[in-house]
Nanobody, 117 residues
């Protein structure tokens, strides 16, 4: 399994950005994919997760109503639409995969997001 994240960059407060993660390898209907982030001087935190079918998702309170996680299974893509971004969203964002919905075992290389005020 390989995960390749992209789409990071610099954006002003209130702007939007869309992250993508290309997944290659064996797929499983029990898998869960997610986005995590690690800001400067902070621990890594979960941002959002989504199940195989895209019918179930979970968001951190800090991003609810602003970020949307989605997946295009036909293209093996995971997305994170980030709207109304804030300076505290500045972080390196990682996509990850859990084969059975428990521990996230596979990680992408990270894509950096910088939000300026």
């Amino acid at each position: 399994v390989q995960l390749q994240a992209s789409g990071g960059g610099s954006v002003q407060t209130g702007g939007s950005l869309r992250l993508s993660c290309k997944h290659s390898g064996r797929r499983q209907t029990t898998e869960v994919m997610g986005w995590f982030r690690q800001g400067p001087g902070k621990e890594r935190e979960e941002v959002a997760t989504i199940n195989w079918s895209g019918s179930s998702w979970h968001y951190a309170d800090s991003v609810k109503g602003r970020f949307t996680i989605s997946r295009d299974s036909g293209k093996n893509l995971l997305h994170l639409q980030m709207n109304n971004v804030k300076p505290e969203d500045t972080a390196v964002y990682y996509c990850a995969l859990s084969p059975h919905g428990y521990q996230f075992q596979y990680w992408g290389q990270g894509t950096e997001v910088t939000v300026s005020s």
